[in-house]
């Protein structure tokens, strides 16, 4: 095993802990130990003048405070007793720094040891958060944590992926359809199973009427940005196609302000000539499928607005990303139907009660949709994610009769 260890970058922990997280005894969900660690963990961060430059930090920061921990633990309080499944090995994706920081800390929750595999590329997200942890690991007294947690970093290898799934009693996936695959490769004991996170794809939806009489359009459109370019459309949550609701005149009309705030608040976006090549690709191959498909008049390759005149069922394939938008007219929101399919996950809206959507979707019953956000937190992270609440699925109840 000795050769395999100098294949793992241990960012946090060391190699002689992996062999002990097998004996390592379950925490009841939402453990004293854990909240205190965690808490700790959130003060470090939130005092860290970096993060000012990386507001997913920030945000991460703000979700493990005491009150949102607290906040959250009240959803999980009942009369049943709860542990954790064991270990959990966690694959993070490489299109979104922080991932692997909500995937451990739901892990470390739910009562379970921990080893986390970040992506090989350099992010300084991951590395604020990692200084922090072993911050807080060496000046307070978590031994607890200490003996059960441990994140890593290597390149893609079936070998150790067998390793660290051989200790597992869950696999949790991060990363899309391509790395599910390969991570299932490396098999794993009868008992254990996955929590897989597939590709999926997300859209928004606008009332028109709700645009033109907004008072802060600029807040809007800094929201948008946030849930599209941020992550240049590569998050799960960000959307790629964009639904107006409304008459004709209102729609053209909302459009018209709304884009032209985009289009202004793209001056420090930056994007590289292989995307552009890449939104044109897929602009000529989704005309050439459908007829009617055309591109808006544009400044500049930061923003493009691809035009649909109807929906299909296969609308997912003919996306791309870093400001390429798939955009449709409408005045019935069950005419989606039509293209959200089992692959997208998040609806993202403005303009609607809460009421009026409940309504709406009860309505449509769509085959896909497992979160109805506002613009603005489609990335925010919740502890029930695709319609997997992580708590429960990563811990055992215990039936006393």
């Known amino acids: 095993m000795q050769a395999l260890s100098s294949k793992i970058d241990f960012l946090i922990g060391q190699y002689t802990s992996l062999s002990k997280f097998g004996h390592t005894q379950p925490l009841e969900i939402f453990s004293e130990t854990v909240l205190s660690f965690w808490i700790k963990v959130s003060e470090r961060l939130l005092s860290d003048s970096q993060i000012k430059q990386y507001p997913d930090v920030a945000t991460f920061a703000f979700f493990c405070r005491k009150a949102n921990l607290f906040s959250l633990q009240r959803q999980y309080l009942d009369a049943s007793l709860r542990l954790g499944r064991g270990v959990i090995f966690h694959i993070a994706p490489s299109n ?48 607890l944590i200490r003996e059960r947690l441990c994140v890593v970093r290597y390149p893609r290898d079936l070998e150790i992926n067998q390793y660290l799934s051989s200790l597992a009693d869950v696999r949790v996936i991060w990363g899309g359809d391509t790395t599910i695959s390969e991570v299932r490769r490396a098999t794993m004991s009868a008992k254990a199973y996955d929590i897989c996170f597939a590709d999926r794809y997300s859209f928004a939806v606008f009332k028109a009427e709700a645009v033109l009489a907004h008072q802060d359009l600029k807040g809007l459109v800094r929201s948008f940005y946030n849930d599209t370019y941020l992550f240049d459309q590569n998050a799960c949550s960000a959307p790629r196609l964009v639904v107006w609701l409304g008459d004709a005149k209102t729609i053209e009309a909302a459009q018209q302000i709304f884009w032209t705030d985009v289009q202004a608040q793209l001056l420090n976006y930056e994007i590289d000539a292989v995307a552009t090549i890449d939104k044109l690709n897929m602009l000529c191959m989704h005309a050439d499928d459908y007829a009617g498909v055309h591109l808006r008049p544009r400044k500049d390759n930061k923003l493009w607005r691809i035009m649909l005149n109807r929906l299909s069922s296969d609308l997912d394939e003919h996306r791309s990303a870093a400001g390429y938008f ?22 993202a809206y403005f303009g ?3 009421v009026e959507l409940d309504g709406l979707m009860r309505k449509a019953r769509f085959l896909g949709i497992d979160r109805v956000v506002p613009i603005g937190q489609t990335t925010n992270f919740s502890l029930i994610w695709d319609g ?10 215990c039936t006393i009769i």
């Open 352 to 354: 609607f009660e809460n």
């Open 326 to 347: 798939l955009e449709y007219a409408t005045h019935d929101f069950g005419e989606l139907s039509v293209a959200v399919n089992r692959k997208y996950q998040t609806l």
């Open 388 to 397: 997997h609440d992580l708590i429960r699925g990563l811990s055992r109840q």
């Open 96 to 143: 979104v720094p922080v991932n692997f920081a909500y995937s451990m800390l739901a892990g470390m929750l739910s009562g379970n040891a921990n080893v986390v595999r970040v992506s090989s590329k350099d992010f300084v997200q991951v590395d604020i958060i990692c200084l922090a942890i072993q911050h807080v690991l060496d000046k307070y007294e978590f031994g």
